[in-house]
Every structure is written in structure tokens, then in C-alpha cells.
């Protein structure tokens, strides 16, 4: 039976006074159970109250909206001092990587020997020549069906 907090508890949630544990507990609670809930929303509305009233909303709202940009900015700039690679870790230096180790495995002829390597294991395979079971077994039905025409017109002569 699931048990259910108290206004007291969900007051706490609401003023970040549990820890991290206990949040989670709680959190995991709201998901379930509508009683809870309302009691969260209750605790909620009664926290609204005892905020302070905002005098210049479009003042709020632009101070806000600066921060968030600065914000973006700065992360941005972040970003793109992380993706300074050294040389070792650019694409560029892969891919040459690969065509010189290319390069060189066909003058020292690796893939020519690897070539006359499985033409002699192709060659070496003996041919099988199976018939599969469908082909079998429709050469038997047919076998049967004319022994049985060639019965038929013997009784009729």
C-alpha cells in the first residue's frame, strides 16, 4: 500500500529543503498518485503568494532575456575553443594516414598475393553438382505420373 505524504513534506519540496534522496522519493510519488498531487499544487500556489511582486514586467522579462543571450554567447565561445583539435586528431591527418598505408601495401604487392591466394583456394573447390530436393522430388512425381498414364493404357487395350 503506497503511502502519501503530508502538506508539511510537500512544502518542503517545494522550498528545496530535502535532500536529494528524498526528492526523488517524492518525485517518483507524484507520478502515481492524484491525491499527492493536489497537495503538491496547494503547496505550490501557497509559495506563490510569498514571492515578491514584480513591478516592470517588461523590464524583468527584457533583463532576463540579456542574461539568457549572454549566456548562449559565452557557451558558444566554449564550444568552439573545445573543438580545437591538435593536428593528430583532425580528419585530414586520418585520411592521409590511410591512403600512404594504401599506397604502400600495393607496391610491396600485398593485395596482388592476396588475389592469387583465393584464385587458387577457388580453383582448388571440386565443382558439386547436387541436385536440390525440389528438382529431385519433381522428377520422381513426374516418373510416377507417366508409369501410371503407361498402366492406364495397357488395361484399356
Known amino acids: 500500500m503506497t503511502t502519501h505524504y503530508s502538506f508539511e513534506q510537500w512544502l518542503k519540496y517545494v522550498n528545496d529543503e530535502l535532500v536529494e534522496k528524498e526528492r526523488i522519493h517524492l518525485e517518483d510519488h507524484l507520478y502515481t498518485c492524484d491525491q499527492c498531487l493536489d497537495l503538491y499544487v496547494n503547496a505550490v500556489a501557497e509559495q506563490e503568494t510569498m514571492l515578491p511582486a514584480i513591478s516592470d514586467e517588461t523590464a524583468f522579462t527584457d533583463q532576463i532575456m540579456r542574461k539568457i543571450s549572454n549566456e548562449e554567447v559565452e557557451t558558444i565561445l566554449e564550444v568552439k575553443e573545445k573543438k580545437k583539435k591538435s593536428f593528430y586528431q583532425s580528419s585530414i591527418f586520418h585520411y592521409t594516414l590511410a591512403a600512404a598505408a594504401t599506397i604502400f601495401l600495393m607496391s610491396t604487392g600485398v ?30 512425381t513426374f516418373s510416377w505420373m507417366y508409369e501410371l498414364e503407361g498402366s492406364k493404357k495397357e488395361e484399356k487395350k
Open 111 to 140: 593485395f596482388q598475393s592476396i588475389i592469387q591466394h583465393t584464385e587458387t583456394i577457388q580453383k582448388a573447390e571440386i565443382p558439386s553438382k547436387k541436385e536440390s530436393a525440389a528438382v529431385g522430388f519433381v522428377d520422381k
